[in-house]
């Protein structure tokens, strides 16, 4: 990809269980997004970690930004069902106006 | 309450037949994007709108233009599409940067492309 990669690339899980994605991208960042697509759907923005963060949450969901190791991973804790969908990381470095994306990870939450 | 709208959300075109899409937006975004996301793949940026101004990515083909009209509208034109033009097609606006950080970015529904 442009920017980054991620893994697992596919991830199914049961309902309950916690999920964990990891992003790694190559250059230095500004800031890190995750973002959500259902199958043949735009994407829905999750959050967002600025360089000088370590960690944020959102309802369900955690991140970790590591700058020294260039990568981040989103947590979502007590999967539902209706969390299955692909997430994709988004990284911007010398433009704040650009975003290159991940590769995706594919997350199946079985009911 | 639409906010980024897409249209049409499918389209198909014979190969190398002229076909535009369209994007309009709600929330009065500086910044456009046009990415392409091809089958289990991550979007690519094709290219961005700062206001009029217009940022190509280096390795978009010429084949794909692009034009903002107005601030609300924003066109993908592909000149002559081939067989490998075949994807899903997403429109994105967010506000300009500032203080050194990034706003989100809104997505549209996308339109598929299919060329036969």
């Known amino acids: 990809s442009q920017q980054g990669e991620e893994d697992p690339q596919a991830l199914s899980i049961q309902e309950g269980e916690n999920a964990t994605m990891n992003c790694s991208y190559k250059?230095?960042?500004?800031?890190l997004q995750w973002y959500r697509q259902n199958s043949g759907r735009g994407l829905v923005h999750l959050i967002l970690?600025?360089?000088?963060?370590r960690e944020k949450h959102s309802g369900r969901l955690r991140v970790t930004l590591d700058t020294s190791k260039k990568s981040s991973s989103l947590l979502i804790t007590a999967s539902r069902a209706a969390d299955t969908a692909s997430y994709f990381c988004?990284?911007?470095?010398?433009?704040?106006?650009?975003?290159?994306f991940g590769s995706g990870t594919k997350l199946n939450v079985k009911p | 309450d639409a906010m980024v709208i897409q249209n049409p959300r499918y389209q198909v075109t014979q190969f190398g037949k002229p076909v535009t899409l369209s994007c309009s937006q709600t929330?009065?975004?500086?910044?456009m994007y046009w990415y392409q996301q091809k089958s289990s793949q991550a979007p690519k940026l094709l290219f961005h709108?700062?206001?009029?101004?217009?940022?190509n990515e280096a390795d978009t083909p010429d084949n794909f233009q692009s034009r903002r009209p107005n601030t609300s509208f924003c066109f993908l034109d592909i000149r002559s599409p081939g067989l490998g033009d075949a994807a899903m097609y997403l429109c994105?606006?967010?506000?300009?940067?500032?203080?050194?950080?990034?706003?989100?970015?809104?997505f549209g529904p996308g339109t598929r492309l299919t060329v036969t």
């Open positions: 250059t230095s960042i500004n800031n």
């Open positions: 929330l009065n975004h500086n910044v």
């Open positions: 709108y700062y206001d009029k101004d217009f940022n």
């Open positions: 994105a606006t967010s506000r300009e940067a500032a203080a050194r950080s990034s706003y989100e970015q809104y």
């Open positions: 970690i600025r360089s000088n963060e």
């Open positions: 988004a990284t911007s470095w010398y433009n704040f106006n650009k975003f290159y």
